[in-house]
């Protein structure tokens, strides 16, 4: 027997957002999920399939006049959100 298993890598940019406390959310409802939280957009969100999800992300550059936002360094996030 042979079993194979593939894995497919994929990059898509994207804005991102930094909120303090987040409760309530679309997935969770009132239960906190901790601090490395997302919420996902439409293309992502597909009535709510993501939720509990973990993506990791990276800051490629800034958008809101931070002259030096970005560390190099990936992050894990769980998707707990949708943002339409």
Do not use: E
Not at 25 to 47: E, H, P, R, T, V
Not at 60 to 82: E, F, Y
């Amino acid at each position: 027997m042979v079993v194979c298993l593939v894995s497919f890598a994929s990059a898509k940019p994207g804005i991102a957002t930094f909120y303090t406390k987040y409760i309530p959310s679309a997935c969770f409802k009132n239960k906190d999920q901790g601090k490395m939280i997302a919420a996902a957009g439409d293309a992502l969100w597909k009535n709510g399939a993501v939720c509990g999800k973990k993506f990791t992300v990276k800051c490629t550059g800034p958008r809101n006049g931070v002259p030096h936002p970005c560390t190099g360094k990936s992050v894990t996030v769980k998707i707990v959100d949708h943002c339409p």
